[in-house]
């Protein structure tokens, strides 16, 4: 069974800074990635879908990774701003066994930037 | 292009009353799926609609919870009788198909907001 696990639950950072936000799947049979925005009371934003066979994909300031074999993505957000403030939710497509188109969602991670 | 719609964006309810949410998907989207989020929580999947059909139902509660996709395109998910533990925001999702797999690019309607006291 797919488990999807990120860290850290939440993170404070003063204006300006880059910052990196992990996460982690068990297992490495998948073929997408896909990482949200979700801010307060609405529902999720797609911000970067990376497919197995890719390595990175970038949007503005935002850059996501993914190294399959290890199990890990990481969100690259480069000069934060208050704006940037939101949960930001990983979610992996697939996985061995049955069911393997399915999306797994991590708990999220809460990002809050401080002017 | 327009985006996934659900409505009510609210609904307050008393424990065993009944409740529906409305969904439709964005235009030529094959896929749809009904996810419920609890609050501190990743969405957790209900159900899958590929066309008119279930492809993923596992996690939906049937004994309380159903829901239908008539005609391939807007989608109902019903719950009767409602329990506490539904509060939650039910969040409705579209996809494209990709060659014979599932395994398009989400993207999500705002939510429905279930209250049930």
């Known amino acids: 069974k797919q488990e999807v696990t990120q860290i850290p639950a939440a993170l404070s950072v003063p204006e300006g800074e880059n910052l990196v936000l992990n996460c982690s799947f068990t297992?490495?049979?998948?073929?997408?990635l896909q990482w949200f925005r979700q801010d307060p009371g609405k529902g999720l934003t797609s911000l970067l879908l990376?497919?197995?066979?890719?390595r990175e994909q970038t949007s503005g300031r935002l850059n996501a990774s993914l190294d399959k074999s290890s199990g890990r993505s990481t969100l690259y957000i480069a000069a934060s701003q208050p704006g940037d403030s939101a949960t930001y939710l990983c979610a992996v497509r697939g996985g061995s066994g049955g069911s393997n188109y399915k999306l797994t969602f991590g708990k999220g991670t809460l990002l809050t930037v401080n002017p | 292009e327009a985006g996934v719609a659900q409505s009510p964006r609210y609904k307050i309810i008393e424990k065993r009353q009944s409740v529906a949410f409305w969904c439709n998907p964005i235009?030529?989207?094959?896929?749809l799926y009904w996810y419920q989020q609890i609050l501190g929580q990743g969405p957790k999947l209900l159900i899958q609609?590929?066309?008119?059909?279930?492809?993923?139902d596992s996690q939906l509660p049937k004994d309380r919870f159903s829901a239908e996709r008539l005609k391939g395109v807007d989608s109902t998910l019903k719950i009767q009788p409602a329990k506490l533990e539904d509060s939650a925001v039910y969040l409705c999702?579209?996809?494209?198909?990709?060659?014979?797999?599932?395994?398009?690019?989400?993207?999500f309607g705002e939510g429905s907001r279930l209250t049930v006291l």
């Open positions: 235009s030529g989207h094959a896929t």
């Open positions: 609609f590929q066309n008119n059909g279930v492809v993923d």
């Open positions: 999702a579209s996809s494209p198909r990709t060659g014979f797999t599932n395994t398009g690019e989400l993207f």
């Open positions: 297992d490495s049979a998948i073929y997408n």
């Open positions: 990376i497919q197995s066979s890719q």
